[in-house]
């Protein structure tokens, strides 16, 4: 069975930094790429960050540009974000993902999903 474990979340003052962790088993997990994906109370999911299966290639949404940086160690089966600069805006659920991008339409499909970590950002 695919699991995916996201731990780290917390509540951290404005400007603060948090190091989410994901934990993949049940998969191959260095022949998938991976996406870090948040929702807001009453919000929609928002994609937040990017990694192809290998780590060489990193995508960032705007929201986070300059202030996340996604990573991934295959050898351990563990995705990372890195979150610095953090803003009450960034209060989520924050959820790790297997991505795989659907050529033909140039989208995206989001298939395994983990349980989630909480990020509150507040002081």
């Known amino acids: 069975e695919v699991q995916l474990q996201a731990s780290g979340g917390g509540l951290v003052q404005p400007g603060g930094s948090l190091r989410l962790s994901c934990a993949a088993s049940g998969f191959t997990f260095g022949s998938y790429d991976m996406s870090w994906v948040r929702q807001a109370p009453g919000k929609e999911p928002e994609w937040v960050s990017g990694?192809?299966?290998?780590?060489?290639?990193?995508y960032y949404g705007d929201s986070v540009k300059g202030r996340f940086t996604i990573s991934r160690d295959n050898a351990k089966n563990t995705l990372y974000l890195q979150m610095d600069s953090l803003k009450p805006e960034d209060t989520a659920v924050y959820y790790c993902?297997?991505?795989?991008?659907?050529?033909?339409?140039?989208?995206?499909?989001?298939?395994?999903w983990g349980q989630g970590t909480l990020v509150t950002v507040s002081s």
């Open positions: 993902s297997t991505t795989r991008p659907l050529y033909y339409s140039g989208s995206y499909c989001f298939d395994h």
């Open positions: 990694i192809n299966s290998g780590g060489g290639n990193t």
